[in-house]
Structure formats: structure tokens, C-alpha cells
Nanobody, 123 residues
Framework: QVQLVESGGGLVQAGGSLRLSCAAS????????MGWFRQAPGKEREEVAA????????YYADSVRGRFTCSRDNAKNTVYLQMSSLKPEDTAVYYC????????????????WGQGTQVTVSS
């Protein structure tokens, strides 16, 4: 079992930055594929970034590419999502997720989820 806890969300003005963290417990994240997802009210959950089991951030949604950067620190058992140049449309609950197999953009393929952290970007 893997327990995931996100932190770092909050209220920020457009153009600002936030760094989200996702701390894992129960087992090491080494060897797990990790995904960052978000869900805005009335919208489907979408993946914004994914980190491969080997460690690299290999996927960004078009809407965040060039503004968001994901990373992992296996020693701290934590993954991060650095968000810059934030826009009001980035407002959502952000989740991290983990799976034993390779990265996927499909939420239902992830076995483990955090509780989410709210990000609100004001205009």
C-alpha cells in the first residue's frame, strides 16, 4: 500500500508560482510511475504531468507545457510539481497518483491517490 499526501496548494495571483509536494509513505516511490492530475468543478480529471518509474518527467499536458515542471526525489520519497506563470484556468484540485506499471494518462489506471490540494488562481 502507498499513502500519498499532497501539500503546497493555495491562493495565488495570475502570473504567480506554487510548488506542490506529494509525500509518499508505506513503500518507496522508487519503481513507481507517478502522475499529477487536476480536476476543476464540472470537468473531468486530467493528467497534467507524469514521472516515469525510471525517474524522468516524460509527459506534460499541452495546457501546462513550458509552465509546469515535475520532479521526484526518491531519497525524500516525494514528488513535486513546480507551477509557474499560473493562469485562472489552472484553478483546480490537484492530485498525485501512483501506479506500479508504466505511466498512463488515464486516471483509472492509477491505484493510489492522495486527497488533493486546492489551487486557486485569481485574475
Amino acid at each position: 500500500q502507498v499513502q500519498l499526501v499532497e501539500s503546497g496548494g493555495g491562493l495565488v495571483q495570475a502570473g504567480g508560482s506554487l510548488r506542490l509536494s506529494c509525500a509518499a509513505s508505506g513503500r518507496t516511490i522508487s519503481g513507481l510511475s507517478m502522475g499529477w492530475f487536476r480536476q476543476a468543478p464540472g470537468k473531468e480529471r486530467e493528467e497534467v504531468a507524469a514521472i516515469s518509474r525510471e525517474g524522468g518527467c516524460i509527459y506534460y499536458a499541452d495546457s501546462v507545457r513550458g509552465r509546469f515542471t515535475c520532479s521526484r526525489d526518491n531519497a525524500k520519497n516525494t514528488v513535486y510539481l513546480q507551477m509557474s506563470s499560473l493562469k485562472p484556468e489552472d484553478t483546480a484540485v490537484y492530485y498525485c497518483a501512483a501506479r506500479l506499471l508504466g505511466v498512463s494518462t488515464t486516471p483509472r489506471r492509477y491505484s493510489y491517490w492522495g486527497q488533493g490540494t486546492q489551487v486557486t488562481v485569481s485574475s
